[in-house]
């Protein structure tokens, strides 16, 4: 392996933090599934995420302590990190409501979880296939296990993406709001900075930017499907993996680290 570097460090810290955000979004519908099987079907998924950002901290421990002597465990960088600290991209931390805030009774609907399942896995599985080949072969074996679960992701929110867009004019007019309101968080997936430019040269990583057009595809061909329309592009580029988040992300870590810090050092 390449002699670590921060930009290194830097890049396994994204993808351990959006894979970890997720999943502790997606923690939220367990006992609140539409049906028993998508509450355990979210649960599993949400683990899954969980489990990839545990081998993503766990190797970032490695490189740090490689870079400054600092010793760091997974739970140092899950619950005693602040807000600033976390570099997952923006559409990881958005609620469930999306853009139901205010007009019902529900706290969360389905079809932004699904429509943003389907937005980030579909990423994934280009970025985890492309990971395969990183000249960090701690990170390619991360991706060789962590590509088996993100395909099953794809297939599980494509095939509910498609159920929503083709079904009733409710189920339409749900899945192409979310789509509305998620797509823009996206450009934050494809803009290149120094962190993505140095594993890029070192062979440790892709840039994402590279990635584009095959993701784009795999979008237009599951909307088309679903009879959904792609929205137009916008200009902002949110900013979650340089660490300016949204206002929902205290709330998100809140919840999240609250026990942790109640108490330091505990084991259970």
């Not at 701690?138 to 395909?151: G, V, Y």
């Amino acid at each position: 392996m390449t002699t670590p570097t921060p930009e290194h460090l830097a890049y396994v810290l994204r993808l351990a933090d959006t894979a970890l955000i997720l999943g502790q979004r997606n923690t939220e519908w367990c006992g609140h599934g539409p049906v028993l099987e998508e509450d355990i079907a979210l649960a599993n998924m949400s683990l899954d995420l969980i489990g990839q950002s545990r081998l993503l901290y766990t190797h970032a421990a490695t490189l740090e302590k490689a870079l400054n002597g600092r010793e760091r465990t997974e739970d140092d960088y899950a619950y005693f990190r602040a807000e600033r600290e976390f570099a997952n991209y923006t559409l990881a931390e958005l609620p469930h409501f999306g853009p139901l805030a205010g007009t019902t009774h529900s706290s969360m609907d389905y079809a932004v979880t699904i429509v943003r399942n389907f937005l980030y896995a579909s990423l994934m599985a280009h970025v985890w296939t492309a990971l395969l080949r990183s000249s960090d072969p701690q990170l390619a074996a991360i991706a060789e296990r962590s590509i088996k679960e993100t395909r099953y992701h794809v297939h599980h929110a494509r095939e509910w993406l498609i159920r929503f867009g083709d079904g009733t004019d409710e189920s339409h007019r749900r899945a192409q709001d979310a789509l509305d309101w998620l797509m823009p968080y996206t450009r934050e997936f494809f803009t290149t900075d120094a962190v993505e430019t140095s594993v890029a040269e070192a062979g440790i990583a892709p840039l994402t930017a590279q990635l584009e057009a095959a993701w784009r595809a795999d979008v237009e061909e599951a909307l088309g499907e679903a009879t959904l329309t792609l929205p137009a592009a916008v200009k902002h580029v949110t900013t979650g993996k340089l660490g300016e988040h949204s206002e929902h992300m205290g709330f998100v870590l809140a919840e999240m680290q609250s026990l942790a810090r109640q108490h330091p050092g505990a084991h259970w």
